[in-house]
């Protein structure tokens, strides 16, 4: 299996093992209608990372499995309008598919990275290795990785745990899981 980056160690690019602790992966924050299952997302409404994106600049991709109207991007953590999509759902941000997901096909990879190191967060998107839409800037809070489905899209997130598609932007990494050391 796989490992992850922690950059608590001595040495920052030991690696740490896969278990339950150091995955970033889908949780208890979704809809009521969203099936989610670690990295994949179907059903309708909003599920949430258990990945708080403190880090200076962070990297994930999702590919679509299958199609259908799909929202990604980041939003604050909260149980309130999980069954709700992105764009309805107050402190959110995120790229929208169009209403039946007509851009996209099966296979297709956006790549979303979440930047900090500048006065306003930024974040960008990569359809196929390709930088699509204009970035988004206004960004505030504490934020998470995040997507929402419906009209039949099946989502599969890749939050670093296993090789990326499409390059990962200079200056970016997978997304660090925040641990407490004590």
């Not at 999702?62 to 991007?73: H, S």
């Amino acid at each position: 299996m796989g490992a992850l980056l922690c950059c608590c160690r001595k040495n920052q690019h030991e690696r740490l093992p896969n278990d339950e602790t150091t995955l970033v992966r889908f949780t208890n924050f979704r809809g009521p209608a969203v099936r989610a299952s670690n990295w994949s997302v179907s059903g309708s409404g909003t599920a949430l990372a258990n990945a708080c994106l403190i880090q200076t600049r962070a990297y994930w991709e999702v590919t679509i499995v299958e199609p259908g109207a799909f929202w990604v991007g980041v939003a604050r953590k909260s149980n309130e309008d999980l069954e709700k999509q992105l764009g309805e759902r107050p402190f959110s941000w995120a790229l929208y598919s169009g209403a039946v997901g007509n851009n996209y096909k099966a296979g297709d990879t956006i790549g979303i990275s979440f930047d900090l190191s500048g006065i306003r967060a930024v974040l960008s998107f990569q359809h196929n290795g390709r930088p699509i839409s204009s970035p988004i800037t206004d960004v505030k809070g504490d934020v998470y990785p995040a997507v929402s489905v419906s009209d039949g899209a099946v989502l599969q997130a890749n939050f670093g745990a296993t090789p990326y598609k499409y390059p990962i932007p200079d200056g970016f990494e997978p997304i660090i899981l925040s641990q407490d050391l004590i």
